[in-house]
Nanobody, 118 residues
Framework: VQLQASGGGLVQAGGSLRLSCAVSGGDFSPAALGWFRQAPGKERELVAT????????TYADSVKGRFTISRGSVGNMIPLQMRSLKPEDTAVYYC????????????WGQGTQVTVSS
């Protein structure tokens, strides 16, 4: 199974972007899917996750009210709508999946760069 993030780009502060996560390589029934990001010199951090069975959603405090994760389909499993972007949102964004029985995310896609200019 492969995940591929796309939709990043350069945007001015206050702008919006929509990220997509495509899944390929076979049937994939995850326990959870999520978006993570990593800024230069910083640790990777959770942005938003969705439990696939219950649809329970979790957001990082820093993005609550601005970002929206939703369920999609294979071509775009977890669209991430990002609004009111801030320069501190600049990072490489990754989509990831967690299999049942795993406590950590075990499927990672290549990231997509999001750059927010002030």
């Amino acid at each position: 199974v492969q995940l591929q993030a796309s939709g990043g780009g350069l945007v001015q502060a206050g702008g919006s972007l929509r990220l997509s996560c495509a899944v390929s390589g076979g049937d994939f029934s995850p326990a959870a899917l999520g978006w993570f990001r990593q800024a230069p010199g910083k640790e990777r951090e959770l942005v938003a996750t969705i439990h696939w069975t219950t649809s329970t959603i979790t957001y990082a405090d820093s993005v609550k009210g601005r970002f929206t994760i939703s369920r999609g389909s294979v071509g775009n499993m977890i669209p991430l709508q990002m609004r009111s972007l801030k320069p501190e949102d600049t990072a490489v964004y990754y989509c990831a999946g967690r299999s049942f029985g795993r406590s950590t995310y075990n499927y990672w896609g290549q990231g997509t760069q999001v750059t927010v200019s002030s």
